[in-house]
Each structure stands twice: as structure tokens, then as C-alpha cells.
């Protein structure tokens, strides 16, 4: 009844990226135009920069290419930018891996889950309102209170999979994900 539904395009599936971004960058304006909000220039600049792919974008990467295209904006001001973004539901933020990723759901209520490739770093973006409500009942059983609710799990998509990617991935030089629940003794 409440199977999980992938938002958007999937990472890495052959598709025309264009009307990803166009689509993004549509929705944005009219969201903004509906309620008073500005997509000024920076604004509508890091959306499209966030949208140059599936992958989650580091803030750095963000200020990087900006200067690439001539601009001269300093870090307060992306993160502004990203602030801003986020708030509006236009993008969201992978804490697991420290970057932000474009929403592919803009507008319609979804129950936020990730499936973040380690191998590619693609991200699909999944309604899964069962494990949601389920992460709900159980902190509501316990008196806490979910500001939050995006739910990212790393692992190793189906293309890297296939191109055997994923088996060097518990090496030695694959970085482990932060376990909140358990913390490492230091
Ligand atoms: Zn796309
Ligand atoms: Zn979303
Ligand atoms: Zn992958």
C-alpha cells in the first residue's frame, strides 16, 4: 500500500537532463512568484549549479564554480543562497555526506528518504512513507519530538553494482559513514 516511489529521475538512468533542471528551475520561480518569495540571481545560480547532476554538490564545489563564472561572491553569501533554498523546500541537505542535492518533489508532500551510492555518490530520492511513519511512532513512543525526518542510507546503487564498483568500496579506503547511535571511543 505504501511502497516506496522514486522522486524525480533516478541517478545515473539515461534521461534528458535538461528537463530535470528546466523543470527544477520552473517549479522554483513559480513557487517563489506564488508566495512573495525572491529567486534572486545567486539564488536561482546555486539551484542550477545544484541541479548540474543527481549528485549531492558540496558548498565549496557551489563557490568554486561561481567564481568559475565570474562571480565574486563570497561564502556567507552561498550559504545564504542555500539557506534560502532549503527553506523552500527546493533542495535538500545530505548531512551523511555534507552536500546538498536538488528536490525532485518540489510542492508535493513527501516522505523524505535517500539512497546515497558510496562508489558514484548518486543519490535517489525516495517517497517511503512506511519506514517514515515508522521512525514516528517509535519517537513518539519515546516522548521525542522529530524536527527532521530525512532518512539517508549509503550503499551502492545498481550501476556500480553491476560494474563491480562496490567491492572495493569496504576497503580500506572507503571512508565509513558517521553512526550517530554508536560513537566511536576516542
Ligand atoms: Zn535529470
Ligand atoms: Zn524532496
Ligand atoms: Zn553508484
Known sequence: MSAAR???APAGARHDHRHCVGQA???AERACRQQGLRLTPIRRQVLELIWQDHQPVKAYDLIDALRDRGLRTGPPTVYRALDF???AGFIHRLDTVNAFVGCGAHGRPHAGMFLICRACGAVLELDAPSPIRLIGVEADR???ELVTQAVEILGHCSRCRAAGKAVDARGPA???PTRPVDPEPA
Open 6 to 8: 522514486i522522486l524525480g
Open 25 to 27: 528551475l520552473a517549479e
Open 85 to 87: 533554498l532549503l527553506q
Open 142 to 144: 519515546m516522548g521525542f
Open 174 to 176: 572507503a571512508r565509513e
